[in-house]
Every structure is written in structure tokens, then in C-alpha cells.
């Protein structure tokens, strides 16, 4: 999934998205493209597609090749518009839903440089940024590859709109890829040699996503900290990176507190508890199956919990583990507070090379895609009863600092002896 972002608007990000897309279907690779820009939605308009069904219908186990709108003359090309001003839905969220396999996703994203773009940006795995070779729209696009970085989100490169060439100022200024530059036709599509630039441009990312250069080296196993689920430990070779945070999703009946209760045991915990008192979280601790530590537990009542939660997490030391059980009840708050919260948390867990977890329970509360934008890592417990009995996989759906391990991690939460254990 590549977002298409410019923080100028003007800068053709609807034409590349479509261009893009079609270059890639002439590559072979199918490709759908999605606009996220609610509040400007042009895409249906380029493509000639209409204005329904939008972005909103996307849920869990929709199709959404079925949902989306063939274009003319590119039938691998799938569009789905942008959601309406008055639709409620979680954008980042929704994104996240889409099964990619073997279709490249393109997502256009608003212009501008507010909260609108985070959303997209975050749900991508990658993104091209583009601009017109005017210093206007240049001095946005280094706004836009400056986001993109604060978020850790991949700079695929940069494609100039609007020119015949590539200003020579522009690939020395620029540290990202530059991806080419599309002449200003009319039509913008169909004329050839725009149809070469974009072809071209979709030739470099192709080739960037068959043979990616290596990831950066992550710290050896001695430099990160090991969690005490070994299964997980062996994943990430040894342990999450020293600042990490980490948001577990599990269903409320899923046992996922044993893992929580694991977490305690490699060192010095600070257990936030939203919901259960604190000699209730101690007296579950105390009589789990799972290995444990002795945490120190603190309950945040619900006058007002994000500030409690934040002075406590100010006086959280060097190399501890942070734990925040559920975190559903904070996401329910103003969102700008929350993200104020995840702010002071992200920073403060970097400071004292920490890890902090986030419980997720599942009831998606709205802020659920704050917790997912913010987490440097998202792990998804999920449980299945078969003919063997419960079973039990840890799914790692994002590492922003790691490769993703491309396996289920099996674990048996049945019993302490195999706690942990890989199958």
C-alpha cells in the first residue's frame, strides 16, 4: 500500500495515484486506488467513475475488488472515492481492512500538512511524494518527506509533476529516490509520454518491492529486552529494541492477561490498571498459571485517568516495562488528549529505553487507530477451537522498527510449562 502525498495542493497527487496504478496494471500487477480525501474528493472525478460506494463501506471481509469501480480502458484498475464529509469512519482503520495480496493499493491523500494526512500515511507501507518543480510546491514536499519520517513511515521517492525533466538543484537537495518527472499534457493520462514517465516511475517501485534493499541492522539480542514469551523473544531476535511500544489485541475471553503477566517477570513493571482495583490485578498475578514478577500496580480511577496516567508514567525508570491494562478505557477521552497522552508515553519510553504495552481488548473504541498509529509494534492474539482444542497465534501486524516475521506465532496459554513455547 503507497500513499501519494504533497503537502501543496495542486501538485497532481490524483493524476499520479491513477497513473501509477494504471502503469502498474500495465506491469501486470493489478491495482486499486483509493481516495482518502474527504474533504476534497476528486478522484471518482479523474477517473470518471461515480461518486458511490465510497471508502466507507469498507469493513472486515469486504471485497473490495467487488466494491470497487473498473476504470475505462484499465480493467486490472479498481477506484474506490473518498468517504463523505458526514460519514463516520475511521479512515485509517478502514485502510487497514484491505487484503492486498497481489494488488498494489494506491492511496491519495489530502493536501496540507494537519491531523487529516496522518491517517493514510500511518496505514501505509510506503509513500511517494509529490510535487511541481515551483520552490512553493518543493519547500511542501519536504514538509510532507519530514512527516512521513516522524511517522516511520518509508520515502519510496519523490515524482515531479508538471516538467519534462528532473531539475538538477532538485536531486541534490532531495536524500529520497527520484522517481522522474511527468510532462504536463492534456489529457494527463493518455498522452505517451506521460504513459512512459509513469511507467517508469512504476518500474522503480516494482523493482524496490522485489528486491528491497536490506532493512538496517537491528541492535544484537544482548542490546534488546527480552519480554519473558519466548516465543515472541525468538521473533525479534531476543526482544523488542530498548523504547518500544507495543499494542496487544486480544478478545476480552482470551486469556491475553497471562501474557501481560509474563511481561512482569524480566524486570521492574509499573501495571496501570483502568478497570480492575489494584488487589485485584495482584490477587490475578498472584494466582496465575503464567510465570510473574511483582509489579508495581496502580489503579486509574475514572475522574480523570489520562492525567493520573501521565504522572505516573513521568516517573517511570530506566530500563522498566510499562503496562497499560486495558488501554480501551483511556481511548475513549477527547481525542486530542489522547494523543497528547501517546505522545508524552512514546517519548518517555524512548527516554528511559523502556517497553511499554498497550492491552487492546476488542472494543474498538474511536481512538483505537491513535493507539495503532502511534505503537511501533501491533500483536494480535487470536484464538480458534479445533478438533486439538483452544488454539492460541500471536500475529504481528506492524513493526516499525523491524522486519514483520512473515509466521503465526504459535503459543499455549493452557499451561505454564508451555507458555511461550513456538509450535
Given at each position: 500500500m503507497i500513499a501519494i502525498a504533497g503537502a501543496k495542493g495542486g501538485c497532481g497527487k490524483t493524476t499520479a495515484t491513477l497513473g501509477l496504478a494504471q502503469a502498474f496494471a500495465r506491469a501486470g500487477t493489478p491495482a486499486l486506488a483509493v481516495d482518502a480525501d474527504r474533504q476534497l474528493p476528486n478522484l471518482h472525478?479523474?477517473?470518471?467513475?461515480?461518486?458511490?460506494?465510497?471508502?466507507?463501506?469498507?469493513?472486515?471481509?469486504?471485497?473490495?475488488?467487488?466494491?470497487?469501480?473498473?476504470?475505462?480502458?484499465?480493467?486490472?484498475?479498481?477506484?474506490?472515492?473518498?468517504?463523505?464529509p458526514s460519514d463516520t469512519v475511521d479512515l485509517g482503520t478502514a485502510l487497514g481492512t484491505i487484503e492486498q495480496d497481489s494488488t498494489a493499493v494506491f492511496v491519495d491523500c489530502p493536501s496540507g500538512a494537519g491531523p487529516d494526512i496522518v491517517e493514510p500515511l500511518s496505514a501505509a507501507d510506503g509513500v511517494v511524494v509529490v510535487s511541481t518543480p515551483?520552490?512553493?510546491?518543493?519547500?511542501?514536499?519536504?514538509?510532507?518527506?519530514?512527516?512521513?519520517?516522524?511517522?516511520?513511515?518509508?520515502?519510496?521517492?519523490?515524482?515531479?509533476?508538471?516538467?519534462d525533466s528532473v531539475p538538477a538543484d532538485v536531486k541534490s537537495d532531495f536524500d529520497v529516490p527520484v522517481l522522474g518527472a511527468v510532462p504536463e499534457r492534456e489529457p494527463p493520462l493518455a498522452a505517451e509520454d506521460a504513459r512512459t514517465a509513469f511507467d517508469r516511475a512504476a518500474a522503480h517501485l516494482l523493482d524496490a518491492a522485489t528486491d528491497p534493499e536490506p532493512v538496517a541492522t537491528a541492535p544484537d539480542a544482548e542490546n534488546r529486552l527480552p519480554t519473558g514469551i519466548d516465543a515472541l523473544d525468538r521473533a525479534f531476535g531476543g526482544g523488542f529494541q530498548p523504547?518500544?511500544?507495543?499494542?496487544?489485541?486480544?478478545?476480552?475471553?482470551?486469556?491475553?492477561?497471562?501474557?501481560?503477566?509474563?511481561l512482569t517477570t524480566e524486570r521492574g513493571t509499573l501495571y496501570l490498571s483502568t478497570e480492575r482495583s489494584e488487589d485485584t490485578v495482584r490477587y490475578a498475578i498472584e494466582e496465575s498459571m503464567a510465570s510473574a514478577g511483582s509489579p508495581t500496580v496502580r489503579h486509574?480511577?475514572?475522574?480523570?485517568?489520562?492525567?493520573?496516567?501521565?504522572?505516573?508514567?513521568?516517573?517511570?525508570?530506566?530500563?522498566?516495562?510499562?503496562?497499560?491494562?486495558?488501554?480501551?478505557?483511556?481511548?475513549?477521552?477527547?481525542?486530542?488528549?489522547?494523543?497528547?497522552?501517546?505522545?508524552?508515553?512514546?517519548?518517555?519510553?524512548?527516554?528511559?529505553?523502556?517497553?511499554a504495552v498497550l492491552h487492546c481488548l476488542?472494543?474498538?473504541?474511536?481512538?483505537?487507530?491513535?493507539?495503532?498509529?502511534?505503537?511501533?509494534?501491533?500483536?494480535?492474539?487470536?484464538?480458534?477451537?479445533?478438533?486439538?482444542?483452544?488454539?492460541?497465534?500471536?500475529?504481528?501486524?506492524?513493526?516499525?522498527?523491524?522486519?514483520?516475521?512473515?509466521?503465526?506465532?504459535?503459543?499455549?496459554?493452557?499451561?505454564?510449562?508451555?507458555?511461550?513455547?513456538?509450535?
Open positions: 472525478v479523474t477517473a470518471d467513475v461515480d461518486r458511490e460506494p465510497t471508502a466507507a463501506a469498507l469493513d472486515e471481509g469486504t471485497d473490495v475488488t467487488a466494491l470497487a469501480q473498473q476504470t475505462a480502458g484499465s480493467p486490472s484498475v479498481g477506484v474506490l472515492p473518498a468517504p463523505k515551483t520552490e512553493r510546491s518543493l519547500t511542501a514536499a519536504e514538509t510532507t518527506v519530514d512527516i512521513a519520517r516522524r511517522l516511520e513511515v518509508p520515502v519510496e521517492g519523490l515524482l515531479l509533476n508538471q516538467c523504547g518500544t511500544v507495543v499494542a496487544l489485541t486480544a478478545a476480552p475471553e482470551s486469556q491475553s492477561e497471562l501474557l501481560l503477566h509474563e486509574l480511577d475514572a475522574g480523570n485517568p489520562l492525567v493520573k496516567a501521565e504522572e505516573l508514567i513521568g516517573n517511570l525508570p530506566e530500563g522498566a516495562n510499562l503496562i497499560v491494562d486495558p488501554v480501551d478505557a483511556l481511548e475513549r477521552g477527547d481525542r486530542s488528549d489522547y494523543v497528547s497522552f501517546l505522545n508524552t508515553l512514546v517519548e518517555h519510553t524512548r527516554v528511559t529505553d523502556s517497553i476488542d472494543s474498538a473504541p474511536a481512538n483505537r487507530s491513535a493507539t495503532a498509529q502511534f505503537a511501533d509494534v501491533v500483536v494480535d492474539l487470536e484464538s480458534e477451537v479445533g478438533d486439538g482444542g483452544l488454539r492460541h497465534e500471536l500475529r504481528v501486524s506492524k513493526s516499525r522498527r523491524d522486519g514483520l516475521p512473515t509466521d503465526p506465532i504459535g503459543i499455549d496459554l493452557t499451561t505454564e510449562a508451555t507458555l511461550g513455547r513456538s509450535e
